[in-house]
């Protein structure tokens, strides 16, 4: 049953998520006289004709906007952090470690038992994540040695290198950046229910889907996580239990919307001081769009402390366009401009 949810789970987000951004292209080029040819079997990657002959490829979010070299770069969290904290930011303390078939042939060879001891001299809990994926995948704060080794395990069987970072506490917001300007920002909350007093777990996670469902949301719950059961296990729940009337249960520790996670609009909300660190640090990066992850705290007040604990080249924006019309018109926005500089580019 698991391998049947990841599978849907993979063809769902891939295909909606995908003809999201395409269609989207589609739908808004006519509007500066624009052309868009689209792989019809599929219908996530396309061509688009300017009126001025230039024709330009592109596959879902990723478009010829940012250099290949600061892409690369951005999808490589440690790489990323390590200019980040060159440039002067306030980055996450942390280190990589890695695989067997990794430390077999790099010089700096760090295993999974050094990880935990750099887990235990940090404090835990901490964050512990797969260098090089993206939409939350494997992202986990664990609280002790017990949690530690499987969840390190699991990433380090997927993936070459693994990330252990000093948890921040703060709120988290994605900070959307096209040149010098903030298209948007929202906040970011895990993935949490709300108690009516006599449904379950699971099933206030049913209802929590079918909104999605209804509203357009590619986002599927996956209850086989095993995030879910540790964060069930130490509020000493399990998917059975009835929540009271009111009650708030958070059941993933990341914020990630492709997890399930709310998005708070505060693009109008969100002061200069902000806006000028996310747009300088799009451009110290070498990009032209990105999505700057920050741990802060309240983002309409002057800056505060800060860690910035991603950057992503190719930020989606289809789980924020699910908020409402105004959401909708500003990714409408940004890949107006995002024609518009791939034109004269």
Known sequence: MAQNIMVATFLKSEKYRQSFVAQLIKRIAPRIGVKVLLEPEYGFVGLIQFKNGKKVL??????????????????????????LKHFGYSTPEGKTFFND???????????I???????????????????????????????????????????????????????????????????NDVISAYQRIPLNIIGDGKSSITMLLKKKQEYFNQIGRDTIIDTTDYRFRMKLKRNRYSLRSVLSSGQKLFLLDNANLSTGGDAVDVTEKIHKDYQKLAVQVTKNMGLRMCGVDIITGDISQSLQDYVIIEINSAPGL????????????????????VLKALEIA
């Open 58 to 83: 592109f596959r879902d979010r990723n478009f010829n906007i940012n250099p290949q070299g600061s892409s690369e770069i951005s999808r490589d969290k440690s790489y990323a952090t390590f200019f």
């Open 113 to 179: 038992n050094d990880g935990f001891r750099y887990a235990r001299s940090l404090g835990f809990p901490v964050i512990i994540k797969p260098n090089n994926l993206s939409q939350g995948t494997l992202v986990s704060k664990v609280y002790n040695k017990t949690e530690y080794y499987p969840v390190a395990r699991k990433i380090l069987k997927k993936v070459g290198v693994m990330v252990v970072e000093r948890f921040y506490n703060g709120n988290d917001y994605r900070i959307v950046v096209l040149d």
């Open 318 to 337: 289809d789980n924020y366009a699910s908020i409402g019309a105004k959401q909708r018109k500003n990714v409408d926005r940004l890949y107006l401009k």
């Open 101 to 111: 078939a990794m430390n077999a042939r790099i010089r700096i060879k760090r295993t």
